[in-house]
């Protein structure tokens, strides 16, 4: 059983950043980052496979925000750049066991954080 604990959700203004830590309490294949707006389903945002692997955006974050993780601590961060109103949401980090080839849809996780909101002002 592998626990996620996420940090660093808050209150910014439109055009600021604001840098989401996800610490592991144990090994992991991949680790994603997901978002769930008031009303909508739970989205993907990043995802990374650890040991160096490939990493993977959704659209609509891709050159404002960047998924890295530091193997020492094994901490996953997701950097938001750039933040506007529609990045408002509840981000949950989650991790894969297995080895998939893109990690990006959310039945490919199989372990889960409790969230931290962040709200984006305008």
């Known amino acids: 059983q592998v626990q996620l604990v996420e940090s660093g959700g808050g209150l910014v203004q439109a055009g600021d950043s604001l840098r989401l830590s996800c610490a592991a309490s144990?090994?992991?294949?991949?680790m994603g980052w997901f978002r769930q707006a008031p009303g909508k389903e739970r989205e993907f945002v990043a995802s990374?496979?650890?040991?160096?692997?490939?990493?993977y955006y959704a659209n609509s974050v891709k050159g404002r925000f960047t998924i890295s993780s530091d193997n020492a601590k094994n901490t996953v961060y997701l950097q938001m750049n750039s933040l506007n109103p529609e990045d408002t949401a509840v981000y949950y980090c989650a991790a894969a066991r297995t080895g998939w080839t893109r990690p990006i849809y959310r039945y490919q996780y199989d372990y889960w954080g409790q969230g931290t909101q962040v709200t984006v002002s305008s």
């Open positions: 990374l496979i650890r040991g160096g692997g490939s990493t």
């Open positions: 144990g090994r992991t294949y991949a």
